[in-house]
C-alpha cells in the first residue's frame, strides 16, 4: 500500500513538472520595453551625428519658415493704392505706401516707384534687381536642407554596413550562427538606417516646400510688377 502511494505521487509530481514546462513554453518571458532614446542609441556611434542632424534640420526648417512667411507676405491692397496715387502723380505717397508693411514685395515695388521718370526699362531693370536679391535672402539657408537631405541617409547606410560588418567578423572569429546573435545585431543596426532616411525624408520635404512658396511668391510678384509698369506709362 505504501509503495502504491509512492507511485501515485511521483506520477502527480511528473505531471506537475510537465505542465510548468509546457506553461514557460507557450508564454515565453515578456521583452523589456525599451524608451525611443534607448531604442535609438542601439543604432551605434554614427546614430549621434544623425541626432545632431535633425536638430540642426528642425532650426533650420523653423527659421527659414517664419523669414520666408514674414517675407512673402502681401498686401491685397497694396497695388490697387499704388495705382491710384501713380495717376494721380503722387509718388511720395506711393514710396510711404510701400514702407507701411515690410515686405519683399513692398521693396520690389518701391525700387521701381522710386526710379520713375527714367525710362521703362531701366525701372523694369531695378525692380528685377531687386527682386533677385529678395529671393536670394529667401533661398539663404536652403542649402543646409539639401545637404542634410543627402548626407542623413548616408550616415545611416555607412552605420548598416558597419554593423554588418562586425556581426560577420564575430561570426567567423566564434563560429556561431544563432538566428538570435545575427537578428538583434542586424535589428540594431538598422536602427541606424531608418534614422538617417526619416531626417533625410524631413530635410527633403522641407527644401522642396520652401521653394515652392518662393516660386509661389516670384509669380505674384511679376503680376504685381506689370501691373505697376502699366499704372506709371498710363500716368
Not at 25 to 37: D, K, R, V, Y
Not at 117 to 124: C, Q, T, V
Not at 173 to 191: A, C, D, P, R, V
Not at 213 to 227: A, G, H, P, T, W
Amino acid at each position: 500500500m505504501t509503495f502504491l502511494n509512492f507511485f501515485l505521487q511521483s506520477n502527480a509530481v511528473t505531471d506537475t513538472i510537465s505542465n510548468t514546462t509546457q506553461t514557460i513554453a507557450t508564454n515565453p518571458p515578456a521583452a523589456e520595453p525599451l524608451n525611443a532614446i534607448s531604442f535609438l542609441l542601439k543604432g551605434g556611434y554614427l546614430i549621434i551625428p544623425i541626432i545632431l542632424l535633425l536638430f540642426f534640420c528642425v532650426y533650420v526648417i523653423i527659421e527659414r519658415f517664419l523669414s520666408i512667411k514674414k517675407a512673402t507676405r502681401q498686401d491685397i491692397m497694396l497695388v490697387n493704392d499704388l495705382k491710384i496715387q501713380l495717376k494721380t502723380g503722387k509718388i511720395e505717397t506711393a514710396l510711404m505706401l510701400c514702407n507701411r508693411q515690410p515686405s519683399a514685395s513692398g521693396n520690389i515695388l518701391q525700387s521701381g516707384i522710386s526710379n520713375i521718370g527714367r525710362p521703362i526699362s531701366e525701372i523694369e531693370s531695378a525692380m528685377e534687381k531687386t527682386t533677385n536679391i529678395e529671393i536670394g535672402q529667401m533661398e539663404k539657408g536652403l542649402g543646409y536642407l539639401g545637404l542634410i537631405s543627402g548626407i542623413a541617409p548616408i550616415l545611416g547606410f555607412i552605420g548598416t554596413i558597419s554593423g554588418v560588418i562586425k556581426i560577420f567578423y564575430t561570426i567567423s572569429q566564434t563560429e556561431n550562427i544563432s538566428i538570435g546573435s545575427i537578428s538583434g545585431g542586424l535589428y540594431e543596426k538598422m536602427i541606424s538606417s531608418g534614422a538617417g532616411l526619416v531626417v533625410g525624408v524631413v530635410a527633403y520635404s522641407a527644401y522642396h516646400i520652401f521653394n515652392m512658396m518662393i516660386d509661389n511668391f516670384v509669380l505674384k510678384s511679376e503680376k504685381q510688377q506689370m501691373e505697376i509698369i502699366n499704372a506709371i506709362q498710363q500716368a
